[in-house]
């Protein structure tokens, strides 16, 4: 089991303190989905990076399987299994796509291949290419989710994965989320996605930093779609993206 317990993070800016994330306690079990949703800037990357180690936290504690990793770095978390794809991947101008999905396989025994036909991308075309500006943002999502794929990590933290994709890859993008899932992993996916939301075990909703709602999907969609009604009832380009701002 991954636990945060009494999970806290403020920031100075200017002089001011910022409550990012407020008491968040939170269990996340073996076998199961998870879906962490709410407005933008709730406080859900903050909760998947603190996860990873990419931020500490002010206070409180992250637990996996018993052991206290609070203190740990990103490169001990990574080889303690746990994942994370970035919801803006990072460019490397002079690193093959090759390059770092074996960086990523030192901790699995996954093929580079395999993992670029995964989420449907020829190796023959892609393995030599470099990770730089000549790859559109869909393709770099998707070598990016394939790095992940690669790494083969028990906890699997998906930050917004079906940015920069357009629908037909989004649709591959879902199956791969739940396929790629297993009995003995968590997987957690950052995504206002209906599709998304509807695959998971569990919904998490966040806002202001807090938790305020949780919950089987059974009893957490229901109440989303509730209190998400467009008050246009109009058909627009953000329908289906629960919390998306409306534009009208």
Known sequence: MLILENMNLVLEEERKRIQILDNIDLQFEWGKMYALTGPNG?????????????????????????????????????????????????????????????????????A???????????????????????????????????????????VRLFDEPEAGIDLWSFEQL?????????????????????KILEMVDEIIVMEGGKITMKGSREDIWPQIQESARCICRQTCSKEGEIYADCPR
């Open 42 to 110: 709730s406080g859900k990357s903050s909760v998947a990076r603190v996860i990873m180690g990419i931020m500490k936290p002010t206070k409180g504690r992250v637990i996996l399987d018993g052991e206290d990793i609070t203190s740990l770095g990103i490169t001990e978390r990574a080889e303690k299994g746990i994942g994370y794809a970035f919801q803006h991947p990072a460019r490397f101008k002079g690193l093959r796509v090759v390059d770092l999905l074996e960086i990523a396989m030192k901790l699995s025994e996954k």
């Open 112 to 154: 580079e291949c395999q993992c670029l036909r995964q989420i449907g991308l020829c190796p023959d075309q892609y393995l030599e290419r470099e990770l730089d500006n000549s790859l559109s943002g869909g393709e770099i999502k998707r070598i990016e989710i394939a790095t992940l794929l690669a790494q083969d990590p028990k």
């Open 174 to 194: 879902v199956d791969i989320l739940g396929s790629s899932h297993t009995s003995d992993s968590i997987t957690i996916i950052i995504s206002h996605q209906e």
